[in-house]
């Protein structure tokens, strides 16, 4: 950590601060093209600074201001090139994905986000890209008027964690735990379309040219439902975003609430793309592929009306894809589809 920030640019020898493994040239490129000062400030220090952001980038910590009645929440997450996206993502890509990701787990708490630091890992300092990092970066970030309030910056494999701090009013957030038997389960959008387009890149799957640019388009751009979830906080029983596959995270749900699901795969979304596959095929990346980004939740079945309402207004694909069951953590489907996880029964 100390040897981009701070130490660097203070002329000291890389070799004395026990570096030399991390090869001289980058670190050649890092102080002869842009001292990390001057990195932060064109990059990261970002105006107009919010009202309650007392203190932004600059100084040794950021101070905010929590608005009065409401609870702070945060999480954070980290993208590592080639484990969380393939190599050669575009930079505007990256940028985009790992505050989309956080504004998606603020999104399942029903949280109003707020604020976020960025801890960037790079493994030299490539002007272009950084530039368009940044871009991809800012257009979501001023889309959910998110402000970044401060960082690190430091040299290695590229990874890219954001931590994103949001609020909600004192005890609505909304939580896995609460899905009460009877509940009617919900999803957001499309699934399985990201896990296709990863497919689609490591070339175990073939898709027409513009179904394989639209599966790509979806896992490089998740759509966080920010709205959604603060919306929901005042009918959902329980809510989390869908990352890891339906079922895996489903199981969470259910386990936090002590409860079991029946999933009908006809309710399933599936997008167009997706339709187009054999049935198995699309139901696997469905409800096993990664990186939806999409919100599942539960709702009491009065509420459903209130939620087409919603649905019409703000053009949303919202799925009834099953029901709570009394079954602990049992997660079934009408489908014999083979390769779920533990703890899935087939019905008729
Ligand atoms: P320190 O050595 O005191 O931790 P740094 O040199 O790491 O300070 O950072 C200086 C200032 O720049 C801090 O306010 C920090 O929050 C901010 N900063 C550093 N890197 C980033 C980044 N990638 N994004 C946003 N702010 C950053
Ligand atoms: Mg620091």
Redesign the pocket.
Known sequence: MVFV??TIGKGESPMKMGLSTFGLDSLNSLIFNMH?FDL?KHY?TWTPVPSEVRLS????A?ILQIPPHEEFIISVDTLVEGVHFPVATPAHAVGYKALAVNLSDLAAMGAHPRWF????TLPAVNQTWLEEFTRGLRELATEHQIF?I????TRGPLSITIQVMGTAPKHQALLRQGAQVGDLILVSGNLGEAAAGLAVIQQRLNLAHEDAADCIQRLNYPSPRVELGCWLRDYATSCMDVSDGLVADLKHLLKRSQVGAKLYHQNIPLSGALHKLNLSTALGLALTGGDDYELLFTLPQQHLEQLKQYQIVNQIKLSVIGEITQQIEQVSLDYPLVNLPDGYNHFQ
């Open positions: 920030s701070s990390e932060i990261f980038v600059g100084d040794d950021a630091t960025l801890a960037l970044l401060g960082g690190d910056t």
